[in-house]
């Protein structure tokens, strides 16, 4: 009896273990296509939590998008010298089950992509302009960082703090693809210094003053 309470307890930990590192990233398709339908608009089935168009109704100019012909313009807040174009589900409907999405980021020179992360997905980054110099962290704390140029394509592996910095005098661009439909991006100076995390948790946390923390938070504060 015993041991069969103990085979019954190790499968229940083997499939939950496996659970969790399912919902670690996007589910296999289960059928060829789920274009993700409108709210509101004529829908069947789900697919990754989105709504399916009908069959009927999918056409080619779904699977495609033209979005990153053009330089991006959304810009970081504080601005930091680089516009970022995604192309995630939101976007690109047709992206629904498929486990991808890009970005293009286009960098003045001396442009920061800051320290972030992508708790969703891996990214592999083409350098299609410029010079750049980029890197990642390791959970020991290993910095792994190179200098790019055109043509060179460099993977940050998912949920690692890494950044991209332009070198050039001129325009830099980056297309990044990454293996999540919504790959999620956690910006982290933004999103430490523009929340609403106490004063005294960031003042022991990075051995500041209270006085350098609110001066930090007053830069990255939404207006």
């Avoid at 930990?13 to 996007?26: K, T, Y």
């Avoid at 504080?78 to 629904?96: D, Q």
């Avoid at 750049?132 to 910095?143: E, H, R």
């Avoid at 293996?179 to 210094?193: A, E, K």
């Amino acid at each position: 009896m015993m041991a069969a309470l103990h085979v019954v307890v190790v499968v229940m930990v083997v499939v939950g273990l496996r659970e969790q590192v399912v919902m670690g990233w996007d589910g296999d398709p289960e059928q060829d296509v789920c274009v993700a339908a409108e709210v509101g608009g004529a829908a069947q089935l789900h697919g990754n939590g989105q709504l399916c168009k009908p069959a009927a109704l999918v056409t080619a100019d779904d699977f495609v998008f033209r979005g990153l012909r053009r330089p991006a313009t959304a810009t970081l807040s504080p601005p930091s010298g680089v516009a970022r174009k995604l192309a995630n589900v939101r976007e690109w409907p047709g992206l629904n089950t498929q486990g991808m999405s890009m970005v293009r980021a286009d960098f003045e020179p001396d442009g920061v992509n800051p320290p972030h992360l992508h708790p969703r997905a891996t990214e592999i980054a083409l350098v299609s302009e410029g010079i750049f110099y980029a890197g990642f962290i390791t959970s020991n704390g290993t910095l792994y960082a190179e200098t790019l140029q055109a043509g060179d394509v460099m993977v940050f592996p998912r949920g690692l703090v890494h950044f991209q910095i332009h070198l050039g005098k001129g325009h830099g661009v980056l297309f990044g693809s990454l293996n999540s439909q919504d790959p999620g991006t956690i910006m982290l100076p933004s999103t430490l210094f523009g929340s609403a995390i106490p004063d005294y948790v960031l003042s022991k946390a990075f051995l500041l003053t209270h006085n350098e923390i609110h001066s930090l938070k007053s830069k990255f504060q939404k207006r």
